[in-house]
Nanobody, 119 residues
């Protein structure tokens, strides 16, 4: 069974940093784009950052300059380093990956990890 497992969320003070990780496991033949989304209470889920298999990246304007997405293809893992965190970054962060698995090309979601920025 293919799954994405996130880790690294938690409570951090404004101005602090967090590093989120997301590891894909199971029978995976190839991973295309990987990304991080977030959803705050009462708001729609939004893209935070994404990275292609070749390493091209894009970021939401709200996190540009404060966050870095990276991936380790050998470990099927994507990371999100977030710095200078603000209270408005508080949300559940979801990992997403476009993968070739036994059923074919499928888009997968992780279960989410809570990030709370508060003093």
């Amino acid at each position: 069974q293919v799954q994405l497992v996130e880790s690294g969320g938690g409570l951090v003070q404004p101005g602090g940093s967090l590093r989120l990780s997301c590891a894909a496991s199971g029978t995976i033949f190839s991973i295309y784009a990987m990304g991080w989304y977030r959803q705050a209470p009462g708001k729609q889920r939004e893209l935070v950052a994404a990275i292609t298999s070749g390493g091209s990246t894009n970021y939401a304007d709200s996190v540009k300059g404060r966050s870095t997405i990276s991936r380790d293809n050998a470990k099927n893992t994507v990371y999100l380093q977030m710095n200078s965190l603000k209270p408005e970054d508080t949300a559940v962060y979801y990992c997403n990956a476009d993968m070739i698995t036994l059923p074919g090309r499928v888009n997968y979601w992780g279960q989410g990890t809570q990030v709370t920025v508060s003093s």
